[in-house]
């Protein structure tokens, strides 16, 4: 693990499956928030210079102390893989685990709630698993909340399916709300963020 540096890059890795079908699937909101973030900062994605993701690299905060150099990232790998470009990135980029923060979907909150938190397990989330596997634990997660899927569908069918049209009437203020939790933890620090976002 890489030692912490206040003024070393961020790197905020939205996690997602490339490619159209998948786009609205609930297992997409990590891409989706990146998306999101991408816009704020005036720039588009465009393919990494090393690592199978596309990229944008930018500052997020105000100008002075609290602006943040960070790379938005969407790993182009798929999901069970996310491990791989998130640590080619690090390296490339120099980030410290502790300046990572991966954006997923969590099935064990509900739907639109949020929690930021560093460290702990993948609870079965492939794409957290993956990347655990590669860095460690000690990299921070925005865990985005889709709820458990309905009656007896299986987990991996409900993740790879679109939100339902009543979710889609909040997705937008859903995925905006998770968008301002990324920049918060980013510029004032994770317990900052988490008494403003973890209610």
């Known amino acids: ?5 206040e003024n070393a890059p961020w ?6 499956n490339p490619g ?4 609205m699937n609930r297992h997409n909101v990590g891409f989706m928030v990146a ?11 465009k393919r990494a210079t090393k690592g199978q993701a596309q990229v944008v690299e930018g500052r ?6 609290a602006n943040r150099r960070v790379i938005l990232a969407k790993p182009m790998s798929f999901m069970n893989v996310s491990g791989g470009p998130v640590t080619a990135l690090s390296d490339f980029y120099k980030v410290p685990t502790e300046h990572i923060v991966a954006v997923h979907d ?25 990347i655990t596997k590669a860095l460690g634990s000690d990299y921070h997660r925005v865990r985005f909340g889709i709820g458990r ?9 409900f993740v790879l399916k679109d939100f339902s049209s009543a979710e889609r009437k909040e997705l937008d ?3 905006d709300r998770a968008a301002d939790a990324v920049e918060a933890l980013v510029i004032e620090g994770l317990e900052r963020a988490q008494s403003t976002y973890n209610s």
Do not use: T
């Open 60 to 65: 997020i905060g105000p100008p002075g102390p």
């Open 11 to 16: 790197l905020i890795a939205g996690l997602g």
């Open 149 to 157: 899927p309905p009656g007896r569908m299986q987990v991996a069918d």
């Open 173 to 175: 203020y859903f995925v």
């Open 35 to 45: 998306d999101l973030l991408a816009q704020r900062m005036g720039a588009k994605f």
């Open 1 to 5: 693990m890489r030692m912490s540096d």
């Open 106 to 130: 969590e099935l064990d909150i509900d739907y639109g709630v949020l929690r930021l938190k560093l460290g702990g397990g993948d609870n079965g989330h492939n794409g957290l698993k993956s």
């Open 20 to 23: 159209p079908e998948y786009a």
